[in-house]
């Protein structure tokens, strides 16, 4: 935009990763969870997509650069795949996200 102001973007899209399943009835049966290890990385996770936005301000002080920044990541809050999980107490099959929408606020002082 100009010297002072910058802004960027990133947008990342993946297939889905392939996984191993559980077997969900001997999982069940021992209250634990167990791969199915015929299907070892059979399985894929649906597609990954991912758009992050980042604005910076530049100041000069005292001849050292700082920047002041803002942004969101994950701005379109999408659910993405993290894994499968057994969870004990309830003894069942538990879906695990990665993080949603998320905002970030900081700065970068280089001296």
Do not use: C, H
């Not at 010297?3 to 996984?19: D, H, K, M």
């Not at 538990?94 to 905002?103: I, M, N």
């Amino acid at each position: 935009m100009s010297n002072a102001w910058e802004v960027s973007t990133r947008a990342s899209y993946l297939a889905g990763r392939p996984y191993t399943p559980f077997d969900a009835a001997l999982s069940s049966a021992q209250r634990r969870g167990i791969y199915d290890l015929a299907r070892v990385n059979g399985v894929r996770a649906d597609d990954y997509f991912r758009l992050d936005v980042r604005v910076d301000r530049s100041f000069d002080i005292v001849g050292e650069s700082f920047v002041v920044f803002a942004g969101v990541q994950n701005i379109t809050n999408r659910r993405n795949f993290a894994g499968y999980n057994w969870n004990r107490r309830v003894n069942a099959l538990e879906f695990s996200e990665q993080q949603g929408l998320f905002p970030i606020l900081g700065f970068e002082w280089k001296f």
